[in-house]
T-cell receptor
Framework: EAQVTQNPRYLITVTGKKLTVTCSQN?????MSWYRQDPGLGLRQIYY???????DKGDVPEGYKVSRKEKRNFPLILESPSPNQTSLYFC????????????FGPGTRLTVT | SQQGEEDPQALSIQEGENATMNCSYK?????LQWYRQNSGRGLVHLIL?????REKHSGRLRVTLDTSKKSSSLLITASRAADTASYFC???????????FGQGTRLTINP
Protein backbone atom coordinates (compact mmCIF):
# COMPACT_ATOMS: atom_id res chain seq x y z
CA GLU A 1 0.00 0.00 0.00
CA ALA A 2 1.32 3.42 -1.00
CA GLN A 3 1.74 5.46 2.14
CA VAL A 4 3.67 7.91 4.26
CA THR A 5 4.43 6.73 7.76
CA GLN A 6 5.48 8.75 10.78
CA ASN A 7 6.80 7.70 14.15
CA PRO A 8 6.04 8.23 16.89
CA ARG A 9 2.38 9.19 16.59
CA TYR A 10 2.33 10.76 20.04
CA LEU A 11 5.21 12.11 22.07
CA ILE A 12 5.41 13.98 25.36
CA THR A 13 8.85 15.27 26.22
CA VAL A 14 10.59 17.89 28.30
CA THR A 15 12.29 21.10 27.26
CA GLY A 16 15.77 20.58 25.89
CA LYS A 17 15.65 16.83 25.32
CA LYS A 18 16.61 16.13 21.72
CA LEU A 19 14.12 14.16 19.69
CA THR A 20 13.65 12.85 16.18
CA VAL A 21 10.40 12.24 14.36
CA THR A 22 10.83 9.80 11.52
CA CYS A 23 9.07 9.95 8.17
CA SER A 24 9.17 7.34 5.45
CA GLN A 25 7.42 6.99 2.10
CA ASN A 26 7.24 3.98 -0.20
CA UNK A 27 6.19 5.75 -3.39
CA UNK A 28 9.66 6.69 -4.66
CA UNK A 29 8.77 10.38 -4.44
CA UNK A 30 11.55 12.89 -4.80
CA UNK A 31 9.82 15.69 -2.91
CA MET A 32 9.19 15.51 0.83
CA SER A 33 8.10 18.13 3.29
CA TRP A 34 7.34 18.76 6.96
CA TYR A 35 4.46 20.90 8.25
CA ARG A 36 3.22 21.91 11.63
CA GLN A 37 -0.43 22.57 12.34
CA ASP A 38 -1.55 24.92 15.08
CA PRO A 39 -5.05 26.19 15.94
CA GLY A 40 -5.80 29.43 14.16
CA LEU A 41 -2.60 29.26 12.11
CA GLY A 42 -3.35 26.40 9.74
CA LEU A 43 -0.52 24.32 8.28
CA ARG A 44 2.86 25.92 7.92
CA GLN A 45 5.82 24.42 6.13
CA ILE A 46 8.95 23.79 8.20
CA TYR A 47 11.41 22.28 5.72
CA TYR A 48 11.24 20.57 2.38
CA UNK A 49 13.51 18.41 0.25
CA UNK A 50 13.57 18.22 -3.51
CA UNK A 51 15.77 15.10 -3.55
CA UNK A 52 18.46 13.23 -1.67
CA UNK A 53 20.89 15.63 0.02
CA UNK A 54 18.81 18.63 -1.12
CA UNK A 55 16.89 20.40 1.64
CA ASP A 56 15.58 23.93 2.08
CA LYS A 57 13.82 26.03 4.65
CA GLY A 58 10.10 26.55 4.62
CA ASP A 59 8.22 29.27 6.45
CA VAL A 60 8.98 28.29 10.05
CA PRO A 61 12.35 26.48 10.17
CA GLU A 62 13.69 27.90 13.44
CA GLY A 63 14.42 25.21 16.01
CA TYR A 64 14.26 22.34 13.53
CA LYS A 65 16.71 20.34 11.44
CA VAL A 66 16.18 17.78 8.72
CA SER A 67 18.25 15.39 6.70
CA ARG A 68 17.67 13.49 3.48
CA LYS A 69 20.25 10.74 3.19
CA GLU A 70 17.91 8.32 1.47
CA LYS A 71 15.07 8.99 -0.90
CA ARG A 72 12.45 7.33 1.26
CA ASN A 73 13.30 8.90 4.63
CA PHE A 74 13.07 12.48 5.82
CA PRO A 75 13.48 12.76 9.60
CA LEU A 76 12.65 15.91 11.54
CA ILE A 77 15.06 16.70 14.36
CA LEU A 78 14.41 18.98 17.32
CA GLU A 79 17.82 19.53 18.92
CA SER A 80 16.48 21.39 21.96
CA PRO A 81 12.69 21.35 22.01
CA SER A 82 10.80 24.20 23.62
CA PRO A 83 7.13 24.49 24.65
CA ASN A 84 6.35 26.63 21.59
CA GLN A 85 7.11 23.60 19.47
CA THR A 86 4.13 21.79 20.93
CA SER A 87 2.11 21.07 17.82
CA LEU A 88 0.73 18.52 15.39
CA TYR A 89 3.35 17.62 12.79
CA PHE A 90 2.78 16.20 9.34
CA CYS A 91 5.16 14.75 6.84
CA UNK A 92 4.18 14.72 3.17
CA UNK A 93 5.61 13.55 -0.12
CA UNK A 94 4.91 14.39 -3.73
CA UNK A 95 6.00 13.02 -7.10
CA UNK A 96 6.32 16.32 -8.91
CA UNK A 97 8.58 18.90 -7.25
CA UNK A 98 5.89 19.60 -4.69
CA UNK A 99 3.49 21.25 -7.12
CA UNK A 100 1.16 18.32 -7.56
CA UNK A 101 -0.86 16.32 -5.07
CA UNK A 102 0.86 15.77 -1.76
CA UNK A 103 0.45 12.57 0.25
CA PHE A 104 0.33 13.14 3.98
CA GLY A 105 1.34 10.97 6.88
CA PRO A 106 -1.00 10.40 9.84
CA GLY A 107 0.60 13.07 11.99
CA THR A 108 2.69 13.23 15.16
CA ARG A 109 1.26 15.04 18.15
CA LEU A 110 4.14 16.50 20.13
CA THR A 111 3.87 18.04 23.57
CA VAL A 112 6.89 19.77 25.09
CA THR A 113 6.61 20.59 28.79
CA SER B 1 2.95 33.08 4.74
CA GLN B 2 -0.68 32.15 4.21
CA GLN B 3 -2.03 32.41 0.73
CA GLY B 4 -5.50 30.95 0.83
CA GLU B 5 -8.26 32.17 3.08
CA GLU B 6 -11.34 30.01 3.42
CA ASP B 7 -14.82 31.26 4.01
CA PRO B 8 -16.77 30.47 6.07
CA GLN B 9 -14.58 29.33 8.95
CA ALA B 10 -17.33 26.96 10.05
CA LEU B 11 -20.41 25.58 8.32
CA SER B 12 -23.15 23.38 9.73
CA ILE B 13 -25.80 21.88 7.47
CA GLN B 14 -28.29 19.02 7.39
CA GLU B 15 -27.48 15.74 5.74
CA GLY B 16 -28.51 15.75 2.11
CA GLU B 17 -27.98 19.48 1.65
CA ASN B 18 -25.21 20.95 -0.46
CA ALA B 19 -22.16 22.56 1.14
CA THR B 20 -20.20 25.36 -0.46
CA MET B 21 -16.84 26.60 0.75
CA ASN B 22 -14.86 29.44 -0.71
CA CYS B 23 -11.16 30.19 -0.92
CA SER B 24 -9.46 33.43 -1.84
CA TYR B 25 -5.78 33.91 -2.52
CA LYS B 26 -3.46 36.81 -3.17
CA UNK B 27 -0.86 36.04 -5.82
CA UNK B 28 -0.73 34.24 -9.16
CA UNK B 29 -0.88 30.47 -8.94
CA UNK B 30 0.18 27.36 -10.83
CA UNK B 31 -2.64 25.35 -9.32
CA LEU B 32 -5.04 25.21 -6.40
CA GLN B 33 -5.79 22.10 -4.40
CA TRP B 34 -8.44 21.08 -1.90
CA TYR B 35 -7.75 18.73 1.00
CA ARG B 36 -9.93 17.15 3.67
CA GLN B 37 -8.84 16.49 7.23
CA ASN B 38 -10.79 14.39 9.66
CA SER B 39 -10.26 15.47 13.25
CA GLY B 40 -6.58 15.30 14.16
CA ARG B 41 -5.69 13.05 11.26
CA GLY B 42 -3.67 13.42 8.08
CA LEU B 43 -4.84 15.46 5.14
CA VAL B 44 -6.35 13.71 2.17
CA HIS B 45 -6.11 15.22 -1.29
CA LEU B 46 -9.48 15.80 -2.93
CA ILE B 47 -8.93 17.65 -6.17
CA LEU B 48 -6.40 19.77 -8.04
CA UNK B 49 -7.38 22.50 -10.48
CA UNK B 50 -4.81 24.19 -12.68
CA UNK B 51 -4.71 27.90 -13.34
CA UNK B 52 -5.96 27.42 -16.91
CA UNK B 53 -8.98 25.39 -15.80
CA ARG B 54 -12.29 26.85 -14.66
CA GLU B 55 -14.17 23.89 -13.29
CA LYS B 56 -13.48 20.34 -12.23
CA HIS B 57 -15.64 17.51 -10.94
CA SER B 58 -14.89 14.43 -8.90
CA GLY B 59 -17.85 12.39 -7.73
CA ARG B 60 -19.95 14.66 -5.49
CA LEU B 61 -17.29 17.37 -5.54
CA ARG B 62 -17.27 20.34 -7.85
CA VAL B 63 -14.48 22.89 -7.80
CA THR B 64 -14.44 26.18 -9.64
CA LEU B 65 -11.58 28.58 -10.13
CA ASP B 66 -11.79 32.24 -11.07
CA THR B 67 -8.27 33.56 -11.54
CA SER B 68 -9.51 37.08 -12.26
CA LYS B 69 -11.03 37.21 -8.78
CA LYS B 70 -8.33 35.02 -7.26
CA SER B 71 -10.93 32.75 -5.77
CA SER B 72 -12.10 29.15 -5.79
CA SER B 73 -15.09 27.31 -4.45
CA LEU B 74 -15.67 23.72 -3.39
CA LEU B 75 -19.19 22.36 -3.63
CA ILE B 76 -20.12 19.08 -1.98
CA THR B 77 -23.49 17.87 -3.17
CA ALA B 78 -25.88 15.62 -1.27
CA SER B 79 -23.80 15.80 1.89
CA ARG B 80 -23.36 12.82 4.19
CA ALA B 81 -22.40 12.51 7.84
CA ALA B 82 -19.03 11.14 6.69
CA ASP B 83 -18.29 14.47 5.02
CA THR B 84 -17.90 16.05 8.45
CA ALA B 85 -14.30 17.29 8.43
CA SER B 86 -12.14 20.34 7.91
CA TYR B 87 -11.51 21.39 4.33
CA PHE B 88 -8.42 23.28 3.27
CA CYS B 89 -7.49 24.99 0.08
CA UNK B 90 -3.82 25.17 -0.81
CA UNK B 91 -2.11 27.07 -3.57
CA UNK B 92 1.08 26.53 -5.50
CA UNK B 93 2.55 29.79 -6.72
CA UNK B 94 3.98 30.33 -10.19
CA UNK B 95 7.60 29.83 -9.19
CA UNK B 96 7.29 28.00 -5.91
CA UNK B 97 7.71 24.35 -5.09
CA UNK B 98 5.41 24.23 -2.12
CA UNK B 99 1.81 24.30 -1.02
CA UNK B 100 0.58 27.23 1.01
CA PHE B 101 -2.50 26.40 3.04
CA GLY B 102 -5.39 28.45 4.25
CA GLN B 103 -6.82 28.02 7.73
CA GLY B 104 -9.66 25.77 6.62
CA THR B 105 -13.42 25.48 6.88
CA ARG B 106 -14.85 23.24 9.55
CA LEU B 107 -17.86 21.44 8.03
CA THR B 108 -20.39 19.66 10.21
CA ILE B 109 -23.11 17.52 8.66
CA ASN B 110 -26.03 16.98 11.00
CA PRO B 111 -28.05 13.77 10.62
Amino acid sequence: EAQVTQNPRYLITVTGKKLTVTCSQNMNHEYMSWYRQDPGLGLRQIYYSMNVEVTDKGDVPEGYKVSRKEKRNFPLILESPSPNQTSLYFCASSPDRGISQQYFGPGTRLTVT
Amino acid sequence: SQQGEEDPQALSIQEGENATMNCSYKTSINNLQWYRQNSGRGLVHLILIRSNEREKHSGRLRVTLDTSKKSSSLLITASRAADTASYFCATVGGGAQKLVFGQGTRLTINP
